[in-house]
């Protein structure tokens, strides 16, 4: 079965630091695709970034870039020049190929905390 | 932008009642979802629907059903409302068939059960 794993539960971060935020995945599909997203306490959910099994370079979305480490099963986001309104939760998800139509299997979540 | 709509921020109902949460999504997309997510838990699929009409149980279905009438609205119907059922509820639609196409979420119902 696939899933998903973020073994953070909180993190820490100075203002205008940079952080990385842990997701570990494990499927047997050679065709799948992984997504981060973010929640702020208001409780929406927001999509920052996407990487497909088969893309030859790490995404990046301006501050946010993914570090895909296909062969160890990791796809940790990083957040460059943390700000204070990147305090929020962070979920890394999946997309599951097995017949859902789309659907996402969700981590835990990683509950970031940036500093002034 | 993609809007995604739940008619209910909060709600607080009694054990035993029959609750609707409504969603409507304005992007004409085919595929929606109902999650619920739990401290610790992260999100979990309680139902989805990939059509009008369609509809097929996600993870947790125990206590839940669904109903599409439209391609635009999704409902998730709690029979019988009990405590264990607080929680909060994110809705979610995406356009089908492009692998990268992400899920656009609403701002979710935060329900409790007394």
């Known amino acids: 079965a696939q899933k998903i794993t973020q073994t953070q539960p909180g993190m820490f971060v100075q203002e205008k630091e940079a952080v990385t935020l842990d997701c570990t995945y494990d499927t047997s599909d050679p065709s799948y695709g992984l997504f981060w997203y973010k929640q702020p306490s208001s409780g929406e959910m927001i999509f920052l970034i996407y990487q497909g099994s088969y893309d030859q370079q790490n995404a990046t979305e301006g501050r946010y870039s993914l570090n895909f480490q296909k062969a160890r099963k990791s796809a940790n986001l990083v957040i460059s020049a943390s700000q204070l309104g990147d305090s929020a939760m962070y979920f890394c998800?999946?997309?599951?190929?097995?017949?859902?139509?789309?659907?996402?299997?969700f981590g835990k979540g990683t509950k970031l905390s940036v500093k002034p | 932008d993609v809007k995604v709509t739940q008619s209910s921020r909060y709600l607080v109902k009694r054990t035993g009642e029959k609750v609707f949460l409504e969603c409507v999504q304005d992007?004409?997309?085919?595929?929606m979802f109902w999650y619920r997510q739990d401290p610790g838990l992260g999100l979990r699929l309680i139902y989805f629907s990939y059509d009008v009409k369609m509809k097929e149980k996600g993870d947790i279905p125990e206590g839940y059903s669904v109903s599409r009438e439209k391609k635009e609205r999704f409902s998730l119907i709690l029979e019988s409302a009990s405590t264990n059922q607080t929680s909060m509820y994110l809705c979610?639609?995406?356009?089908?068939?492009?692998?990268?196409?992400?899920?656009?979420f609403g701002n979710g119902t935060r329900l409790t059960v007394t």
């Open positions: 992007m004409d997309h085919e595929n």
């Open positions: 979610a639609s995406r356009r089908q068939g492009a692998g990268n196409s992400p899920l656009h």
């Open positions: 998800a999946m997309r599951d190929y097995g017949g859902s139509q789309g659907n996402l299997i």
